[in-house]
Each structure stands twice: as C-alpha cells, then as structure tokens.
C-alpha cells in the first residue's frame, strides 16, 4: 500500500511555496524521517520529511518548481515497482493572501510575494523590490535575474582623445630632424603625426612631413591622444637648447622612447635609457649605459662597460674604448678616439679626430685634431 506525501500548508495566507531542493529521486528507498524536500514561503524556510519507510513512486515535481498546499508530491510505497496510485488527492482551496500584520513584510509592495532566500538576497544587494513582479512568488532565481539586468553595460566606444601607442611627433625639422624621421620610418613601429618646430611656419613640408606649428601646439596634440614625442634638436653647439625641448615635451605630458636603426647594434646587456638616439651602423657594447636622451651617431663605437651620462653626444665615427666614463652633457667629436678607462667630466668637449690618453676635467676642451694631453 502507498502513502501520498503533500505539501504542507506553510503559512495560512499563502497557498504556494517554492520547491527549492529536491533531496530524492524516483525508485529511491528512503527511512523514516529523511528529508524529502526543502520548501520556502516569505515567511520561512521548512523540510518535508518522509513520515514512514518505504521507495519513492510518482515523484511529479522538480527542484525550482512552485508548489501549492495539498499537491502531492510523491507516494511512499513498498515496492519500486508499485503502480502509483490514480486517485491523488486535490490541492486545498486556496486562500486568499492577506496583508501581514507586523515584521519586515510591512515594507514590501502591496502585492509582492517572495520567499525570505529571496528577501535576504535583494535586501543585501540594495535591489528596488518595487521592480520584482507582483503576483506570482518570487525566488532567489528571480532576484539575481533583476539584479543581473542592473548591472550597467560596458561602453565599448573608444573616447575621442583615446591614447595611440604609435603616435609620435618629431619635435625640430633641421638636418637631425630629417635623420629622425627616417629612422623612425625604418623602424615601421610609429606613426608620424607630424613637425613640431618654433622656427618653421606650420603647413611647410619636410621628408613629405608636414609642420603643425610650434610648441604651442603639444597641448592640442596630447588632447588628440598623441604622448611620444622625439627631440630632434641636436644641441651641438649649446646642449642646454636640447635639454629645453626634453623638459618642455616633458611638462606637456610627452615621453620619449629610445629609438634604435635597424643596422645599429647593441648588445643584449647594454641598457638604454628613454630619450636615446642610436643611428645606423653604431655599436653599443656589453654592459654599456646610455644615459637620458643621449645620442650615439651614425657609426660610432661605444665599447663594453662604458657610460654615458644624460644628453652626451657621440658623433659620426667616434670610437670610445673600453670602460669610458663620459658625464652628462660630454661632446664627442667626429672621428675622435677616447682611450680605455679615460673619464670625460661633465660638460667636457673633444674636437673633431682628437685622441684623448687621460682624463678630462669638467667643462674641459680638447681641440680638434689635437693629442690629449698634448
């Protein structure tokens, strides 16, 4: 003989409940008092428990289902095997819900049905329960859909300033500024947006390049999203007109990325720092630094272990030995040879094929063509 188990009437102004976990399933053996199910109202949380032993026949429900009082949701029998039953029991008449008269339900919409799972989570979520729909009773399944939707979309769209990564400006259009955009254009990694030059009348043409006028307009172009920039401003004859150009890029929000030609080359553990120029056919040895907007000219040597403080200038077919010390600002002249361990001071220039044995002071001169010391 099989025993019909129904759902329990819960809470006297509410007919329905929401099957929230099915613990059993069709032909299982259950014992005495195994939990069957767990239902929840707005009210409370309860389980459904078999009252007798025996298998599970005509399981009609499911986990997320909602439920009303007196539905049968499955018969306890003797057998796996045995016929359910085809007279079930009707649900119980429904009653009609009724305002609640004191607690937390005195804050929920009128009409609004939703169980306490349900409750707790859109409280905790901050969710406006006037949205939830009034009627039908309201799950935790429910509550996470609306506040999934609540959710704002991510906007996709590209700001008008949006940063470009290889946009760069060149910044002086002289004989060093032709040189640039011609390493730049073998590199095939930056787009030139154009001349930056406080000389040049803006719309001329340089390389097939245009001028977009002077420093003026770094402002504007860091709005249009440009943040590279390139100092072509050689700075032979007063390095400070170089350092200027570094430092207004700098206050207009610019950085200066070290560019090297495709035929130069430099060893894997020189170090290069942001600024540095190096241009075709130069050599950088083992362990060298290049310090801050220096440049190492088109075939130069600077051998291993060397160091070149910010803004040095190496020019054309210098040879700088091993273990060099030149200081911030140091001119090398072209064709100039720097013996090994020399130290060049800050400031220190050598003149065009001078050979320099020893050290040179601060702000020292070595005349071209001349023997140091003489």
């Avoid at 009437?9 to 929401?18: D, I, K, Q, R």
């Avoid at 014992?31 to 069957?36: E, I």
């Avoid at 600002?329 to 050598?350: P, W």
């Avoid at 002071?361 to 023997?371: C, D, H, I, L, Y």
Wanted: net charge negative; hydrophobic share 45%; glycine share 12%.
């Amino acid at each position: 003989m099989s025993i019909p188990i129904t759902i329990p009437l819960l809470n006297p102004n509410e007919p329905e409940a929401l099957l929230a976990e099915l613990h059993v399933s069709a032909g299982q053996y259950v014992a005495a008092g195994t939990p069957l199910c767990t239902l929840e109202t707005t009210k409370s949380t309860a389980e459904l428990n078999a009252e007798v032993p025996g298998f599970v026949i005509g399981l009609c429900c499911q986990s997320g289902q909602t439920v009303r009082a007196g539905d049968v949701l499955c018969y306890l029998a003797d057998s796996p095997d045995e016929a359910v039953p085809t007279s079930e029991s009707g649900s119980l008449e429904a009653v009609p819900a009724a305002g609640t008269a004191s607690g937390a339900l005195e804050e929920l919409p009128e009409g609004l049905r939703i169980t306490q799972p349900a409750l707790a989570l859109a409280r905790r979520n901050h969710l406006d329960l006037g949205k939830l729909p009034l009627g039908p009773l309201v799950t935790e399944q429910i509550v996470r859909a609306h506040l999934q939707s609540a959710v704002p979309r991510a906007d996709f769209s590209a700001p008008e300033n949006a940063f470009d990564p290889t946009a760069i400006i060149v910044y002086g259009g002289g004989g060093h500024g032709k040189s640039l955009i011609d390493l730049l254009r073998s590199l095939g990694t930056y787009r030139i947006l154009g001349i930056v030059d406080d000389g040049i009348p803006p719309g001329e043409q340089i390389l097939g390049t245009q001028v977009l006028g002077g420093g003026e307009v770094l402002a504007e172009l860091y709005e249009r999203g440009v943040r590279l920039a390139i100092n072509a401003v050689g700075g032979i004859g007063n390095v400070a007109i170089r350092v200027k150009v570094f430092q207004r890029l700098a206050a207009a929000g610019f950085a200066c990325p070290a560019v090297v030609h495709p035929t130069a080359f430099v060893e894997a553990s020189a170090v290069l720092s942001p600024g540095v120029q190096v241009f075709p056919h130069a050599y950088i040895g083992s362990e060298a630094r290049i310090g801050f907007g220096a440049i190492v000219n088109s075939g130069a040597i600077v051998s291993h272990d060397c160091s070149l403080g910010n803004y040095a200038n190496v020019s054309p077919g210098a040879m700088l030995a091993g273990e060099v010390q030149a200081g911030s600002g140091v001119l090398v002249g072209m064709g100039a040879t720097i013996n090994l361990q020399v130290r060049l001071g800050a400031g220190a220039r050598v003149g065009n094929g001078a050979t320099v044995k020893t050290d040179v002071p601060e702000n020292g001169v070595v005349r071209a063509g001349s023997v140091w010391p003489d």
